[in-house]
């Protein structure tokens, strides 16, 4: 190491690797590829509504809850409480199910993080 290299106080940084991704996309998928197993909670909305305390007490067996769609309209997807999609209830082997039908970009789900 020469003279110049060094600090006034006789140390000199450290040589650090180069930060740049070598390999291009692989670069980009292995880093990917340390969240693809982080579980996320996927729910469907199929509407909301706003009630009073008073008329939330009263809900027993049988009360009906009007909510604020239409019938036949889609239902929201979300993953962990943020819309990423639009959806249809289907039935799978006995069981509910939904097919996307409108899936945000990418881009738009970034933009509502912020």
Not at 65 to 70: S, T
Not at 72 to 95: F, M, Q, R, S
Request: negative net charge.
């Amino acid at each position: 190491m020469s003279d110049s290299a060094k600090k006034s106080d006789g140390y000199a940084p450290a040589p650090l690797p180069d930060l740049k991704a070598e390999g291009g996309a692989a670069a980009g998928d292995a880093n990917l590829e340390v969240i693809l197993d982080i579980p996320v909670m996927i729910s469907m909305e199929i509407g909301r509504t706003r009630i009073s305390i008073r008329h939330l007490m009263q809900l027993n067996q049988g009360s009906v809850v009007e909510l604020d769609r239409l019938a036949g309209e889609p239902l929201d997807v979300l993953v962990n409480g943020t819309l990423i999609a639009h959806g249809e209830v289907v039935v799978v082997n006995e069981k509910f199910g939904i097919r996307l039908t409108d899936v945000i970009s990418a881009a738009e789900r970034v933009q509502k993080l912020k």
